[in-house]
């Protein structure tokens, strides 16, 4: 149980890691700072992959 609490734990810390490279790339996107904005889009899209997977994982650990 301890496991899938820290997994739950890594899901939010990816969850706002997703957020904050969202509003990089709106940001920068605003700006027009167009390579900013593109690699803050594939930061945004890979910390959403890594959360939700991680989100799996600690569900699958906590349904057995």
Do not use: H, K, P
């Not at 605003?30 to 569900?59: K, P």
């Amino acid at each position: 149980m301890a496991r899938a609490a820290q997994r739950r734990a890594q899901g939010v810390l990816f969850a706002f890691l997703t957020l904050f490279f969202a509003g990089i790339a709106a940001a920068a996107y605003s700006a027009e700072a167009w390579v900013i904005a593109i690699a803050a889009g594939v930061l945004t899209l890979w910390m959403a992959g890594l959360a939700i997977r991680t989100f799996r994982a600690a569900r699958e650990e906590i349904a057995g």
